[in-house]
């Protein structure tokens, strides 16, 4: 039998009638850190979104990225990274996010977009789920991020061969890496071919001896990366000389690593299991590191002092000095750094560090060390069907912009709970209520490497008035008067008054007691369908400039038409007479200004805006002075 430490065990909200207003995140949360809520279909990428936020040069370029594009994940994810940004301790939604991952349908093709009753009812793998959402959003980070810039065509060639020069992204100069694939017939013809690739598939060799009473083979986590990245393999392939499929040995040689190494571990079969466990028991009795933890005993012994158990773990005295100190060994098989060396002949050399001082040492043997930045887990619990957490090494800007101080940290962020750790726990693994899913190692070096700076790409010009999609819009009744252009400029504290509708798009889930009373098991999902914004001051005050409909691809089960005023038909685009924009079109004002400062003027303004999806803090102070 084991037990699950607490702060590993999943989380789910307790609703009331208000809902989240008064349940208390912070006692699952005392740090600045945001977390991330957990009633929104397909949240459990949580964990994931939280690696990729804490990897600096990312969330630097998701930040400043902005495009045309309606459903894009790259300006979605740098939304909610300014909202991860703009929080302090308490928890945000990646509902926005989710929306435009769902719209994919590559992502539905792949079984990564999964229902509500198959997560309730905890039939998901998600170990399998996660790294498969690991190994798709990469690629599509780097596709929504390239720039594709058309270079001038030589005058003696076609206007059809026009180059085309693609700029590297962030997230490709971050993650991608290059090899050259060479295929070998039998009948000795090679082809070979260039690829690259966002994530290494961790593959396992056979540890069993071959002879009798032999202990099993030890392999170091270096030696087995290096096997899953250079890989020789037997696979069938087209052969041009022998004119049809044959046995052939494919090999893979790396031309460039990457500078943050994803890696997912892939233990899909029971041998793969018994290999990371049988490693991990040799590890630790190989190892000598020992580490003094300190329990602290909150609770009293029922015997006081007259206990005589020497394992005793609780407090025998009123002194709250009382401690207990325990010897924990913290070896592992997955070490806390490793180093990587490429020759030009193709030649790649990869070695563990198991002492993290080692890695910030400088060194001119041609080393490039990387160390440990994450760990996602998959925690197998039978009573709640498990979930998912990461063991992330925040680092020092983070800490230094959410704390005010400047050192890193390990943490482990299970959905809105994030608990501080030691940082050998983010390296263990005991595969019977712990399983790794997912590892990522950065260069010790990579803040230096990038520009580390957000861009703000959204300017005034987003205020400007566009045409409705609407078929009918020629027809439509303007109900909002657009901003002049002596209007755009906002100044600070400038008052706007705000109104949001929702929309529901699935059913509250509720019991009822054998009491008699009624308790929410999992609130409705709410979408923003409407949004007026009204000037607060000025030649033209309370004239509405923002009177939105919002389009929605979801299907909606209830308009609430009572408190919203939205019938069916108003979201359409074929038959409605509103001013229907999309969803990204009215976020981008509103962010806008929120980023000029504004004073938001409204009731319930701290619902909406979490709904919505943003962070303001220009709102709170006025409504409660207007309440009272």
């Known amino acids: ?42 949240a459990y990428c ?91 959003v990469l690629p599509q980070l780097m596709q929504d991020t390239q720039e594709i810039k058309e270079g001038s ?89 022998c004119k049809k499929y044959q046995p052939t040995v494919q090999t893979r040689t790396i031309k460039r690593l990457p500078d943050v190494i994803a890696i997912n571990c892939q233990l899909e079969t029971n041998s793969d299991m018994q290999f990371w466990k049988t490693q991990e ?49 913290t070896s592992s098989w997955v070490p806390c750094g490793i180093k990587m060396r490429l020759s030009e002949e193709g030649t790649l050399e990869i070695h563990d560090i198991d002492k993290e001082e080692e890695l910030f040492k400088s060194s001119d043997d041609g080393f490039q060390k990387y160390l440990l930045h994450t760990s996602l887990a998959h925690i197998r619990d039978l009573r709640s069907g498990g979930n998912l957490v990461a063991h992330i090494n925040v680092g020092k800007m983070y800490h230094k912009r959410k704390e005010g101080v400047t050192h890193t940290n390990w943490y482990v962020f299970n959905d809105f709970a994030i608990t501080p750790i030691e940082r050998y726990e983010a390296r263990q693994f005991n595969l019977d209520w712990k399983m790794p899913c997912v590892l990522y190692f950065t260069r010790t070096d990579l803040s230096d490497r990038y520009n580390t700076t957000v861009q703000n ?33 906002f100044e600070e504290g400038f008052p706007v008054a705000i109104d949001a509708e929702f929309v529901s798009l699935n059913q509250e889930e509720a019991e009822i007691r054998s009491d008699g009373t009624r308790t929410t098991v999992k609130p409705s999902q709410m979408s923003v369908a409407r ?41 359409d685009v074929m038959i409605s007479s509103k001013h229907i924009t999309t969803l990204k079109t009215t976020y981008l004002k509103l962010k806008y200004l929120v980023n000029r400062g504004v004073i938001f003027i409204g009731h319930g303004l701290k619902k909406d805006f979490r709904v919505i999806n943003l962070q303001v803090k220009g709102f709170l102070k006025l409504w409660l002075t207007l309440s009272n």
């Open 531 to 571: 949004t007026t914004c009204i000037r607060g001051t000025g030649p033209m005050q309370g004239i509405p400039f923002i009177d939105d409909y919002i389009s929605t691809q979801e299907q909606v089960v209830d308009y609430l038409t009572k408190f919203s005023g939205i019938k069916p038909g108003d979201l």
């Open 46 to 136: 949580n964990a994931m979104l939280q690696v990729l936020y804490f990897i600096e040069p990312l969330r630097c370029a998701m930040e400043s990225h902005i495009c045309s594009k309606e459903f894009c994940l790259a300006c979605e994810l740098g939304f909610l990274f300014h909202m991860l940004d703009q929080t302090k301790g308490k928890t945000c939604q990646a509902s926005n996010f989710l929306r435009a991952f769902r719209t994919i349908p590559e992502a539905s093709a792949l079984g990564l977009i999964i229902g509500d009753a198959e997560e309730a009812a905890g039939r998901t793998n998600l170990p399998r789920l996660i790294q498969s959402w690991n190994r798709f």
């Open 153 to 241: 065509s030589n005058s003696e060639v076609e206007e059809s061969s026009e180059e085309v020069v693609v700029t590297p992204s962030t997230v490709q100069r971050l993650f991608e890496s290059e090899m050259d694939i060479v295929n070998r017939c039998k009948c000795s013809t090679e082809t070979k071919r260039f690829t690259s690739t966002m994530l290494v598939t961790l593959t396992y060799p056979d540890m069993n001896p071959t002879g009798a009473n032999q202990p099993p083979k030890v392999f170091s986590f270096a030696s087995v990366l290096q096997r899953s990245l250079s890989l020789e393999q037997m696979t069938q392939a087209w052969c041009k000389e």
């Open 281 to 329: 028991e040799i590890a630790k009795q190989n190892g000598d590191e020992v580490a003094d933890t300190i329990v602290p005993t909150t609770k009293m012994c029922r015997y006081g002092k007259a206990c005589t158990r020497k394992d005793c773990k609780f407090r025998h005295s009123e002194d709250e000095e009382s401690i207990n100190v325990i010897k924990i060994n």
């Open 457 to 489: 790409p959204i300017d005034e010009s987003v205020l400007l008035p566009k045409a409705s999609l609407a078929q009918g819009s020629e027809n439509q009744h303007r109900t909002f008067t657009p901003l002049q252009p002596n209007e755009l400029s």
């Open 1 to 42: 039998m084991f037990m699950i430490p607490k702060h590993y065990r999943k989380v789910e909200i307790k609703y009331s009638k208000l809902g989240v207003e008064d349940f208390d995140f912070r006692h699952y949360n005392k740090t600045n850190f945001a977390g991330l809520e957990t009633h929104i279909p397909n």
